[in-house]
């Protein structure tokens, strides 16, 4: 008796149809353990104890259920949302106040808040060696702001890609911020920053300003992305970098104009 087996045809959307096959005329066949699944290219591969189907990575599960002879059937998926809803598409995007990335209540924060001001962007995270960075950018942060007040900006983006070590909550984030490094300047709401699902405003940051050798994806906790008055990238840093040797090319920035 031939094994029962299913072709998987993707349709490019989020509706994948599949087409049972069973040797077994009367109704209600069931599955064997041993699946053959062939694929769009002709390859295939089999499974023991096939109970269920899996869809494309951030899409639900299926379970097969009991099928009649040559029956078809259809699955539509539901995809997680993806970050692009919040922000400007990056391809249309010619400076930093083009974005609206969110904030730790999860609302849209438009950066256009912040035309003509100096802001260093930093992906931050609470359980990494760099974690105590936080206390260098509170430090550059009070004090360049006692210079030149509210023309100086950092904002930080928590972020959990790197060895899971931001697994908090956002508001579990502000309070470990607060409590233990007295940090003022505003803590966004977490995202990602690297792969299919990364903030959109890191994704422009990235194209750029790339890192050494031209790598533009974000390696570590802590990386710097500095933004001057006229809302373009003037520099980035690796996790390495300490807050206080921004000074300088951030004061540099600051003594700039402002073209508005």
């Not at 077994?24 to 269920?52: Q, V, W, Y």
């Not at 097969?64 to 997680?80: C, G």
């Not at 969110?102 to 995270?125: C, F, H, M, W």
Request: proline share 7%.
């Amino acid at each position: 008796m031939r094994p029962s087996r299913f072709i998987l045809r993707p349709a490019y959307t989020s509706t994948y149809e599949f087409t049972f096959t069973t040797a077994h005329h009367r109704p209600g066949p069931k599955i064997r353990p041993t699946t053959r699944i062939s694929n769009a290219n002709g390859s295939s591969s089999s499974r023991r104890n096939l109970n269920t189907i899996t869809s494309p990575p951030r899409t639900a599960v299926k379970t097969a259920p009991s099928l009649h002879h040559n029956q078809r059937i259809k699955f539509t998926t539901t995809t997680r949302k993806s970050q692009t809803a919040q922000s400007s598409n990056m391809s249309s995007a010619t400076s930093f106040y083009d974005f609206k990335p969110l904030d730790k209540r999860g609302q849209p924060t438009p950066l256009s808040e912040y035309k003509g001001k100096v802001v260093l962007i930093v992906n931050t995270a609470s359980k990494c060696g760099f974690t105590p960075q936080y206390e260098g950018l509170e430090k550059i942060y009070k004090d360049l702001s006692a210079k030149y007040g509210s023309d100086f900006v950092i904002l930080g983006f928590p972020c959990n890609q790197f060895g899971g070590q931001e697994p908090g909550s956002d508001e579990e984030v502000q309070s470990f911020c607060q409590l233990n490094y007295g940090v003022s300047f505003p803590i966004m709401g977490k995202t990602d920053v690297n792969g299919d699902a990364a903030n959109p405003l890191f994704e422009w940051l990235k194209h750029e300003k790339p890192g050494l050798l031209g790598m533009k994806r974000v390696k570590w906790n802590f990386e710097k992305f500095l933004v001057g008055r006229d809302g373009k990238v003037k520099g980035r840093w690796a996790s390495t970098t300490k807050p206080d040797a921004l000074v300088a090319p951030i004061t540099e920035e600051l003594e700039k104009k402002a073209e508005l």
